[in-house]
């Protein structure tokens, strides 16, 4: 993660937290004549004329780096053509498109456009309802894209590019020794470099270039539905060596150039992430949490603030966004990122009680409601034994270093994060096992499914085997307390400060060692982590003809689906009303509401379904 947008999405995500220091003096005046750039009258706000939909499962986005190596296959295609739009980022074929070329053909492997259009063709084969967005950055030409390598070398473009003297600003970055993970691609030898340069839009000739090249390749295709539109201004390094005037200019000329192409997009009948209007979730987190690396921080569900005053103001300011192309961008969280998470048909959760996060039950909406039937605080038995870390080392196979978690009844294996004895030992306190891995032939190992979804406790957590300790359990108290809790409900948080029994104090090393497990009963298991449920219902209240709900970049991870957004909600038969705080939206199959004073979603079927 470390060529392309990565370097102006951080300068823009620090520039926000206030960590970018003062630009350094200038080192000398760029090229052109400052203050003088007058852009044209803007054309019409762009209109999408794209079919209207309400299926949720089409009105969903992620934004994923894709596959570096080649293009996307098996679970992880079907996963991409489950979206309403799934776009790919800058490093979608890193490995591919970032190879030297011969010193005759230094574009040879730039075959950005054309890969595009396969993937999307692989894509839409599945399901063609889902549109496929690609990349493109505006400020910069990258030399791993195909239309900007013509260019970066051919000398007769040189003053295409904002200058440092002669030269075109070069923000080069150093492959030598980081692309271990091409190896199946190409040798080390054939990445040494990356050149990036910034596009000098204050020229005229510049801006029709990349009007009728970058914008002009992208509407003509017959399969690339819209991309996602980075680095709109000028970044790090190119504007440490340019006055604040001169960086204005650029900005403004960017600004016109970016208003026509929306223009011409639109009257293409496509689109761009970065013509979508924002759609606030209803609590307002610390920004790092809106970061697809913190999104799954347990800090940031405790940090956000949820009093009813900002969900009042940010629901209601949502709704100001009427029919207008909207995005809602939610916390990333993969299956097994939540404290709690746990394998289970029906509602289930663990949690440490000494630590931040809450216990959290959500039923999937229209399924019921909550009766829990097991509960036991101290040293409960939760994990699974039916299952094994291997690794395939033996001759034949691609991969000897990964290990994996092997679920032996399903067939299912798991690969762990970097650091196996962290990994695999933090989820045995429960239930003794070794940490050994035992290493499987090249035969066995292809047949087994590799799961999308990395190792985490969740895969060994499987409510079906949840039992008290004898030995260290505070009772069947217990299990009345969180009944009176969450019974009859359809989500519970259980508060870190609820007042429980005690198990014998010696037990199980100790209350730093304690936990308490909850399975219920009545509905099917839902989403509980990160606020997920509210925003749910925020986006129904407020959502427009074309809208979608999902994730921005979120680098190498694969994209994350959750079980209600393949619930059907039917269609809105009216506009959001509030109720002093509580809003509610009444959908042809389900009356959809958020109650602001107490931050809780409910999803009630209408009478005809």
């Known amino acids: ?33 400052a203050g003088t750039f007058v852009p044209p009258p803007p054309p019409p706000p762009p209109v ?46 890193l490995c591919l498109h970032s190879r030297d070329g011969p010193p005759g053909d230094p574009c040879k492997y730039k075959s950005t456009q054309a890969n595009a259009e396969k993937q999307a063709r692989n894509i839409k084969a599945i399901n063609p309802f889902t549109r496929v967005f690609t990349y493109h950055n505006q400020e910069e030409a990258l030399l791993r894209r195909q239309q900007d390598c013509l260019i970066m070398n051919d000398p007769a ?47 005229p000739k510049v801006a029709q270039w990349w009007l009728e090249n970058v914008i002009g390749d992208f509407i003509n295709s017959t399969v690339l539905d819209g991309f996602y539109w980075d680095c709109p201004t000028v970044t790090a390094p190119f504007g440490n060596l340019m006055s604040p005037t001169e960086v204005a200019d650029v900005n403004a000329a960017m600004a016109a150039t970016r208003a026509t192409a929306q223009a011409r997009i639109a009257a293409a009948g496509k689109w761009a992430l970065g013509m979508f209007r924002g759609l606030p979730t209803p609590n307002e987190c610390p920004i790092a949490c809106s970061l697809w690396w913190y999104q799954s921080s347990s800090n940031c569900s405790k940090a956000c603030d949820k009093s009813p005053q900002t969900c009042t103001q940010r629901v209601q300011s949502a709704a100001a966004a009427g029919a207008q192309p909207s995005t809602m961008t939610i916390p990333y969280v993969r299956a097994g990122d939540a404290p709690n998470a746990v394998t289970c048909t029906s509602p289930a959760a663990v949690v440490d009680l000494n630590g931040i996060v809450a216990l959290t039950l959500s039923c999937l ?45 399903s067939g299912v294996v798991y690969m762990l994060q970097p650091g196996l004895k962290d990994d695999c030992t933090k989820c045995l306190v429960e239930r003794p096992q070794s940490c050994n891995v035992t290493s499987v032939t090249a035969d066995h190992f292809s047949t087994l499914v590799i799961a999308l979804e990395k190792f985490s406790c969740r895969v060994q957590r499987e409510c079906v085997h949840f039992a008290a300790d004898p030995s260290c359990d505070a009772g069947p108290a217990v299990l009345a307390a969180i009944q009176s809790h969450c019974n009859g409900q359809q989500s519970c948080v259980i508060p870190q400060n609820i007042s429980l029994p005690s198990p014998p104090a010696a037990c199980g090393g100790g209350a730093q060692n304690w936990r308490l497990a909850v399975r219920a009963s009545g509905c ?46 039917g269609e809105p038969m009216g506009p959001m009303k509030n109720n002093g705080g509580v809003f509610s939206r009444q959908w042809s199959k389900m009356n959809v509401s958020l109650d602001c004073n107490s931050f809780t979603a409910e999803f009630n079927p209408t009478a005809s379904t």
Request: net charge negative.
């Open 1 to 33: 993660m470390f060529v392309g947008s990565i370097l102006c999405r951080n300068v823009l995500a620090l520039c926000i937290m206030g960590r970018v220091q003062a630009a350094p003096t200038l080192l000398q005046t760029p090229r052109g004549v």
């Open 48 to 93: 999408l004329t794209w079919p209207v939909t309400y299926n949720m499962s089409r009105s969903t986005f992620s934004n994923p780096d894709g596959n570096s190596t080649g293009f996307d296959s098996g679970l992880v295609l079907a996963r991409d053509a489950q979206y309403g739009i799934i776009t790919f980022d800058g490093e979608f074929q």
């Open 157 to 203: 473009y040189t003053d295409y590019f904002l200058l440092n003297g002669s030269q075109p600003i070069n923000n080069r970055l150093n492959l030598t020794g980081r692309m271990s993970m091409c190896a199946d691609v190409a040798p080390p030898s054939a990445y040494t470099h990356e050149d990036q340069y910034a596009l000098d839009f204050r020229k």
């Open 365 to 409: 909406p229209g399924t019921g409601v909550l009766d829990v039937t097991f509960a036991s605080y101290g040293t409960p038995l939760l994990t699974s034994t039916n299952g094994r870390f291997i690794r395939c080392s033996q001759p034949g196979c691609t991969n000897t270093q990964a290990v994996y978690w092997e679920n032996l009844a």
């Open 524 to 569: 099917t298991q839902g989403t509980a982590a990160a606020n997920f449920r509210e925003h749910l219902a925020a986006f129904l209240l407020v959502r427009g003809p074309h809208s979608w709900m999902g994730h921005d970049w979120i680098a190498g991870e694969h994209p994350a689906w959750y079980p209600e957004w393949d619930v059907d909600y």
